[in-house]
């Protein structure tokens, strides 16, 4: 098996992908509610500032910055995918086990990428608020409820008809014409 080593900078900024095992699940955005609190119980107990998020039905973006001095952000996912896991547990919905007897309702690991600096940090900014609309779940970013791209709004860092059709080729794709 690969030893994978994660880059752990104190009071670093990053961006992370977290998927459920099965993709074809929802459980994200139908218990949102659930997940909400499961993002502000750890922040409460182990704080750190959420940049950027997006929640689709069966994985989220995220990009987090922590405190100066703490890198522990593994230990911040894994108290998130828990206490979400144990929320849907107690509302009565099955979840797989597996061969540990441990629950199965996330992929195991999770994509993690240091924050380099300001350029990356708007080039993953962007990608997040995009991504409804390249997995094709609202043809406008501005439709999409469960994304940080609101809180951008409001506070006027975008405007609310932002597309990447306006940052053309900053994600590696063409945009095609409306």
């Keep these: 098996m690969v030893n994978y080593r994660r880059n752990l900078v104190p009071g670093g900024t990053y961006f992370f992908t977290a998927t459920l095992r099965d993709r074809s699940s929802r459980l994200l955005t139908e218990h949102i509610g659930l997940l909400r609190a499961a993002f502000r119980t750890v922040k409460h107990k ?13 994985h989220l973006h995220a990009i987090w910055t922590l405190p100066e001095g703490d890198a522990d952000y593994p230990g911040r996912w894994r108290a998130i995918k828990s206490t979400f896991t144990h929320s849907i547990v107690k509302t009565g919905i099955p979840v797989e086990r597996n061969d540990k007897g441990e629950y199965a309702l996330w992929q195991r690991r999770y994509w993690e990428h240091t924050i380099t600096d300001e350029e990356d940090f708007r080039r993953h900014v962007d990608y997040i608020h995009f991504n409804p609309v390249k997995h094709g779940w609202v043809n406008q970013v501005a439709d999409w409820p469960y994304s940080s791209f609101h809180r951008y709004v409001r506070q006027r860092i975008l405007p609310r008809d932002w597309s990447r059709c306006s940052h053309e080729g900053q994600f590696g794709e063409i945009c095609s014409p409306e």
């Design 46 to 58: 182990l704080p750190f500032r959420v940049d950027a998020i997006v929640i689709l039905p069966e």
